[in-house]
């Protein structure tokens, strides 16, 4: 019976009831989530990124202040055999509230993206997993129509491509997709492409985004209008070497017409096969269901109950077999099957959970 050993981030303060990151185990097959506890305490580890050894858990600590600086933190941890999680070292994460954290494949660099401060980090991680002060800091400008949310650059997620040598940065504040060249030989690895942004419509507010597994479609999910934005990546260099040309071909909703609630999106994750693409919605609590077409369009089949309220982060299971959903406000996590066949999902059980705010498994 074969099982996969997960991670969860929560908030601790403020609102937040939890004391940190939490381990856990689930079966393979059933879907049954056994022996949830406390792996780390330690400050609003609100997102987590393994090395690809899965040796190492990094965690992003969404705070104010770190080190007497406007900044919040970075945490490095050794994972244990027992599943806990040895501390190695935090360093400043270069912005206020890091909110997003993501490794190279070499696992030699991290890139955090700092919302508050609206400044994408790049820090390095030695052999020991131990991270190293930032190495380059981008502090972005810009604002949008939406003068609540978008009255300076928010940094929110920086996604790689399946070959990693090359990147996107959602602005959530100047509705801008930052594009990027990612070195891991030179002094700053992040080098700007000819090309240095795609547009999101005005007022979206990009905040996650994922490759096509093909490495040719890019999926943007905009957190303000709740819609998932498609851009054709060209996957192979423009004339003179200056980089891939990325356009959008498609803006679709993931929301119902006629929700009846304000809802803001939160999470964007794709099939392993890449035939589908969900994403969630937080005041509506819903998983939006998409089929991707073989030229990588969307259509929207379903929207679920997320089985709780605010629907932070879910993810999809090593297999690709269930749906974990973590809904922060009702502080619980819930288990969906999915049907291989048609992607869509039905609801199978449920637990609690505090605060939680980010899930990852350990692929090895």
């Known amino acids: 019976m074969a099982k996969f050993s997960g991670y969860i981030g929560s908030y601790t303060e403020g609102t937040g009831k939890s004391k940190g990151i939490y381990s856990f185990s689930m079966d393979a097959d059933s879907g049954v989530i056994e022996d949830i506890h406390l792996a780390a305490e330690i400050k609003n580890p609100s997102y987590l990124a393994f090395a690809p050894s899965g040796k190492f858990l990094y965690a992003v600590n969404e705070l104010g202040s770190h080190g007497g600086k406007p900044q919040g933190g970075v945490s490095a941890f050794a994972v244990e055999a027992d599943r806990s999680l040895k501390f190695i070292n935090t360093k400043g994460s270069g912005g206020e509230g890091p909110c997003h954290i993501n490794i190279h494949k070499g696992g030699t660099f991290a890139v955090v993206s700092n919302y508050s401060g609206g400044v994408l980090a790049v820090l390095p991680i030695g052999k020991n997993g131990r991270l190293g002060g930032a190495v380059q800091l981008i502090q972005y400008q810009g604002t949008g129509p939406n003068k609540g949310r978008q009255e300076k650059a928010h940094a929110h997620s920086f996604t790689f491509a399946p070959d990693f040598s090359t990147g996107f940065a959602c602005d959530l504040g100047s509705d801008k997709v930052m594009l990027y060249r990612f070195d891991p030989k030179a002094r700053k690895p992040l080098i700007p492409w000819e090309q240095p942004f795609a547009a999101a419509l005005p007022g979206c507010g990009p905040r996650h985004g994922v ?99 605010h629907p932070r982060d879910f993810i999809l299971a090593p297999q690709g077999n269930f749906l974990i959903v973590l809904n922060k406000d009702s502080d619980n996590l819930v288990i969906f099957k999915i049907n291989r066949r048609t992607g869509l999902l039905k609801k199978e059980r449920e637990y609690p959970a505090l605060s939680p705010t980010a899930i990852i498994f350990r692929q090895r």
Do not use: C, M, W
């Open 211 to 309: 490759f096509h597994p093909n490495g040719k479609i890019v999926y943007v999910l905009n957190e303000l209008k709740s819609t998932v934005d498609v851009f054709a990546f060209s996957g192979g260099l423009r004339s003179g070497g200056k980089g891939p040309s990325v356009d959008r071909i498609q803006a679709v909703s993931s929301l119902p017409k006629r929700s009846g609630k304000d809802s803001i999106a939160a999470a964007l994750r794709i099939s392993a096969d890449g035939k589908f693409l969900y994403a969630s919605n937080r005041g509506h609590d819903s998983i939006a269901v998409f089929k991707v077409s073989s030229s990588g369009l969307l259509d929207l089949v379903d929207i679920v109950s997320s089985g709780g309220q």
